[in-house]
C-alpha cells in the first residue's frame, strides 16, 4: 500500500499537523531563554514549558471519551482555532504569568487536535498498516517542527521574540482554514466507527487494570519527562549560559534532533517489522541515554549537532513504535480511551520533567539533569520487559456487536 493509495483525509490531517507542530517548533529554541528574562530569579522557568502539558492532562481522557459523540471534526477544528488565539496572548506577554496562560491555552488547543488527528489514522488504517501510517503521518508534522526551530531562532535574534508567536499564530491559522474547507474531513464523522462511541467510567478503570498498557505508557511518561525536562528546558539554557551559544546556534542544535526523529519516523514502520518492536524499543533507550551522558561533556557546537541528530534518530524509533505496540495491547473497542490513558501519562511526565530537570540544573549543575535523564531511559529498559506483546490479540477487528 503505498502513498498514493491512501485516503485524501489521511493528507488532510498531515496538511493540519504540520502547520501546529511548525507553530510550537518555532518557540522552542528559546522559550525557557524567554522565562529566564522575564523571572531571573529562575523559579518558574519550567512552569512555562509544563504550561503546554497542563492542559492537556485535563482533556486527553475525556476527549477520548466524547470524540464519538461531538465529532473528529469539531475537536480537529477547536485545538486549531484554540492553538490560534493562544500564541496572541503571548506576543503581549510582560510577564511570566501571561506567557503561561498563553501557553495553556496552547496546550489545550494540542490536546484536542492531537487526539482527534490519531484516533482518525487508527480508524482509517488496519493494524498491519497502522505503523507505516503513523510514522509517513509524524514525519511530516515532524518536517514543520525542523523547519520551525531555526526559522524561529532567526526572526528571534533579529526581531525579538514577539514576532515569533505572531507568525506561530499566522501558521496555524493556515492549517485552520485548510480543515474548515475540507470536505475529506466533514467526512470523517459520516460513518463514525463503532469503536469510538461514548465509553462509561469502567473503560478506563478496565484501561488502568491492563499491566502491559501501563507499563507502556509509564514508558511514554517517562520519554516526555526527559524531552521537555531536558531537550526542551536545560539543554537550551546550558548551551547558551555555560557554552555561550546564540539563540541561532540552538535552534540548528533542535533542527538536528527533529531531523533525526524525522528520519527515524519514516523507517520506523519499516525497522520494526524485521527487529520487532520491543527489541527496536530497548535499543533506542540505551542509545539515547548514552547520548545524554555525553551532552555535559562535550564543548564544541558540531558534537552537540552530532549527540542531538544521533539522540534525535533514537527517539523518532521509540515514539512511532511504542504508540503502535499501545493500540495493539487493548480492544479496539476501548482504543479511543486507552489512547486517552496512555497520552495523559505522556502529558503528566510533560507538566513533571521541565519543573523536576530546571530544579536539577537551577540548584545542582547541568551533568546531574543529564545524568538523571540517562538514568531514567534506563530503567524504561526494565519496565520494557513487563510487556510481552502478542501482536495477535487484536490484530483482526473485533466482531460486529450490533
Known amino acids: 500500500m503505498g502513498l498514493k493509495s491512501y485516503p485524501k483525509v489521511y493528507f488532510r490531517l498531515i496538511v493540519a499537523g504540520f502547520s501546529i507542530v511548525m507553530a510550537l517548533g518555532l518557540t522552542k529554541a528559546f522559550l525557557p531563554i524567554m522565562a529566564v528574562e522575564l523571572d531571573p530569579r ?39 482555532l484554540l492553538s490560534t488565539f493562544a500564541p496572541i496572548i503571548s506576543v503581549f506577554s510582560n510577564n511570566i504569568y501571561m506567557l503561561m496562560v498563553g501557553m495553556t491555552i496552547w496546550g489545550l488547543g494540542g490536546g484536542l487536535f492531537f487526539m482527534s488527528s490519531t484516533v482518525a489514522v487508527f480508524d482509517l488504517f488496519e493494524t498491519g498498516k497502522r505503523g507505516k501510517a503513523m510514522g509517513a503521518l509524524q514525519a511530516v508534522e515532524l518536517i514543520g517542527s525542523f523547519m520551525g526551530a531555526p526559522i524561529g531562532a532567526i526572526i528571534a535574534g533579529i526581531w525579538g521574540f514577539p514576532p515569533v508567536f505572531s507568525v506561530a499564530s499566522l501558521v496555524v491559522s493556515l492549517g485552520l482554514i485548510a480543515t474548515f474547507a475540507s470536505r475529506e474531513i466533514r467526512n470523517l464523522d459520516v460513518n463514525p466507527s463503532n469503536d469510538l462511541r461514548l465509553k462509561p467510567f469502567a473503560d478506563i478503570v478496565s484501561c488502568l487494570r491492563n499491566r502491559r498498557l501501563v507499563a507502556v505508557s509509564f514508558i511514554n511518561m517517562s520519554r516526555m519527562l526527559v524531552i521537555q525536562g531536558v531537550f526542551f528546558t536545560v539543554l537550551q539554557l546550558h548551551l547558551n549560559t555555560e557554552l555561550n551559544m546564540s539563540i541561532e546556534a540552538i535552534g540548528l542544535v533542535l533542527g538536528c534532533r527533529t531531523g533525526g526523529i524525522m528520519m527515524s519516523t519514516i523507517a520506523s514502520g519499516f525497522v520494526a517489522e524485521r527487529t ?3 527489541p527496536l524499543i530497548a535499543a533506542s533507550l540505551i542509545a539515547e541515554a548514552c547520548c545524554l551522558c555525553l551532552f555535559p561533556i562535550v564543548t564544541s557546537l558540531e558534537q552537540v549537532m552530532l549527540l542531538a541528530t544521533v539522540g534525535g534518530i533514537a ?22 480511551v486507552a489512547l486517552g490513558v496512555y497520552r495523559t501519562f505522556m502529558d503528566v511526565g510533560g507538566i513533571v520533567g521541565p519543573i523536576m530537570f530546571a530544579f536539577l540544573y537551577t540548584v545542582y549543575a547541568a551533568w546531574t539533569a543529564f545524568l538523571a535523564a540517562a538514568l531514567v531511559f534506563l530503567f524504561c529498559v526494565l519496565v520494557l520487559a513487563i510487556v510481552r506483546h502478542e501482536p495477535n490479540d487484536f490484530s483482526r477487528p473485533a466482531p460486529n456487536s450490533q
Do not use: C, H
Open 276 to 278: 520487532g518492536s520491543k
Open 315 to 336: 527517539s523518532g524509533f521509540i515514539f512511532t513504535s511504542l504508540t503502535v505496540v499501545m493500540s495493539e495491547l487493548v480492544a479496539p473497542s476501548v482504543r479511543g
Open 42 to 80: 529562575g523559579t518558574l522557568v519550567g512552569l512555562v514549558t509544563s504550561s503546554w502539558f497542563f492542559a492537556r492532562a485535563f482533556v486527553e481522557i475525556p476527549s477520548g471519551l466524547i470524540i464519538g459523540k461531538l465529532g473528529r471534526r469539531n475537536l480537529l477544528i477547536t485545538g486549531l
